[in-house]
T-cell receptor, first 115, second 115 residues
Framework: GNSVTQMEGPVTLSEEAFLTINCTYTATGYPSLFWYVQYPGEGLQLLLKATKADDKGSNKGFEATYRKETTSFHLEKGSVQVSDSAVYFCALIPMFSGGYNKLIFGAGTRLAVHP | DAGVTQSPTHLIKTRGQQVTLRCSPKSGHDTVSWYQQALGQGPQFIFQYYEEEERQRGNFPDRFSGHQFPNYSSELNVNALLLGDSALYLC??????????????FGPGTRLTVL
């Protein structure tokens, strides 16, 4: 079946440190891949997406590259800020979803950035 | 644009009771999906409504039911509540275009506690 595995948190970093959150997936063919962010007390927000192999999604300094050969979609940021503290979710929509765009999420990774 | 709104924000019920959660989609959206997010886990897809009909369902029992109204707003009903139903319930709206991926916008959620 389809599934997403993320590195366990919490991830604790100092401001301006480099961030990597690992995400791997299991799915048939070429699913669409996403990173969502959840700030305290808020709903999920789409951070970035990639819909085909080798695509790079980017937004607000965050990047992730769709790697079909390693079935991975790792999230990176060169210099984190305190305001990036949140829970990050990797997710996919299966390739043959019939347009129903049902999201399948990983368990989430909590990021805490300290000044 | 108010975005996706949900009510109530918090709810406390006892085992065996029934609960109704409400969601208003983002303006212009016609599709509503519901997700359950247990503490420390990623959201799990419950079902999706389009044109007032349930068109896809996740692995949830029949105690979970829903409805979509002509104005595209939606309700999630849970009967015979169990302790394990305690979670954050998220509503997401999107537009059912012909493309294979349509971005979902999430509301802030309803926190349900079952005692």
């Amino acid at each position: 079946g389809n599934s997403v595995t993320q590195m366990e948190g919490p991830v604790t970093l100092s401001e301006e440190a480099f961030l990597t959150i690992n995400c791997t997936y299991t799915a048939t063919g070429y699913p669409s891949l996403f990173w969502y962010v959840q700030y305290p007390g808020e709903g999920l927000q789409l951070l970035l997406k990639a819909t085909k192999a080798d695509d790079k999604g980017s937004n607000k300094g965050f990047e992730a590259t769709y790697r079909k050969e390693t079935t991975s979609f790792h999230l990176e940021k060169g210099s984190v800020q305190v305001s990036d503290s949140a829970v990050y979710f990797c997710a996919l929509i299966p390739m043959f979803s019939g347009g129903y765009n049902k999201l399948i999420f990983g368990a989430g990774t909590r990021l805490a950035v300290h000044p | 644009d108010a975005g996706v709104t949900q009510s109530p924000t918090h709810l406390i019920k006892t085992r065996g009771q029934q609960v109704t959660l409400r969601c208003s989609p983002k303006s212009g959206h016609d599709t509503v999906s519901w997700y359950q997010q247990a503490l420390g886990q990623g959201p799990q897809f419950i079902f999706q409504y389009y044109e007032e009909e349930e068109r896809q369902r996740g692995n949830f029992p029949d105690r979970f039911s829903g409805h979509q109204f002509p104005n595209y707003s939606s309700e999630l009903n849970v009967n015979a509540l169990l302790l394990g139903d305690s979670a954050l319930y998220l509503c997401a709206s999107s537009l059912a275009l012909a493309s294979s991926y349509n971005e979902q916008f999430f509301g802030p959620g309803t926190r349900l506690t079952v005692l």
